[in-house]
């Protein structure tokens, strides 16, 4: 079965330029996740969503940064516009509600580098 | 908040060498316990879980033991090899399927 599958793997962007990153979860999964990876603050929860619905986006660091998910197959994280701190792995995750102990499965990451 | 405290890395070890990580967590209650796995250049992997107090993952023989009169799940290998170079992280299951991780600890393992 495919994983979680996120585009672009990599982007180099320019500041200012608009970055939209993508994902696709694991079909049947109630749970989507966006998650930052960064050295100096570790992984960061930024939003995730039950059922298409945002539950909780209290990690968003700031306006710049919006997430859909208009359909049960796809997510998308924009950052608009791009800054150099924004420079991070961003992954997308997903789950199945099974009660306590689920699962969460992660995609490969988008490499996000903006100068 | 909860959070979840990881021992500092990075770790360095010998091929065959006993593997220790430390984790503790906060949260109260009884929360679902976690170690991932972020091989270089990848996403994270679950690696083990543990879902009640003294439950014990394992999994390609690591192992970590829920115990929750010192809010620990630290884990264990008794003989680490070459490829089990990666970063490790401990998590804790907050509320609706909803993970705080700790900082992640690199190891590696020399030849």
């Known amino acids: 079965d495919a994983g979680v599958i996120q585009s672009p793997r990599h982007e180099v962007t320019e500041m200012g330029q608009e970055v939209t990153l993508r994902c696709k979860p694991i079909?049947?999964?109630?749970?989507l996740f966006w998650y930052r990876q960064t050295m100096m603050r570790g992984l960061e929860l930024l939003i995730y969503f039950n059922n298409n619905v945002p539950i909780d986006d209290s990690g968003m660091p700031e306006d710049r940064f919006s997430a859909k998910m208009p359909n049960a197959s796809f997510s998308t994280l924009k950052i608009q516009p791009s800054e150099p701190r924004d420079s991070a792995v961003y992954f997308c995750?997903?789950?199945?509600?099974?009660?306590?102990?689920?699962?969460?499965?992660f995609g490969e990451g988008s490499w996000l580098t903006v100068v | 908040g909860d959070s979840v405290t990881q021992m500092e890395g990075p770790v360095t070890l010998s091929e065959e060498a006993f593997l220790t990580i430390n984790c503790t967590y906060t949260a109260t209650g009884y929360p679902s316990l976690f170690w991932y796995v972020q091989y270089p250049g990848e996403g994270l992997q679950l690696l083990l879980k543990?879902?009640?107090?003294?439950d014990k993952g394992s999994n390609k023989g690591f192992e970590a033991t829920y115990r929750k009169e010192t809010t620990s799940f630290h884990l264990e290998k008794g003989s680490v090899q070459v490829s089990d170079s990666a970063v490790y992280f401990c998590a804790e299951e907050t509320s609706g399927s909803r993970l705080t991780f700790g900082e992640g600890t690199q190891l590696t393992v020399n030849p």
């Open positions: 079909s049947g999964h109630d749970y």
């Open positions: 543990a879902t009640k107090a003294d």
């Open positions: 995750a997903s789950s199945l509600d099974r009660g306590p102990g689920n699962t969460i499965y």
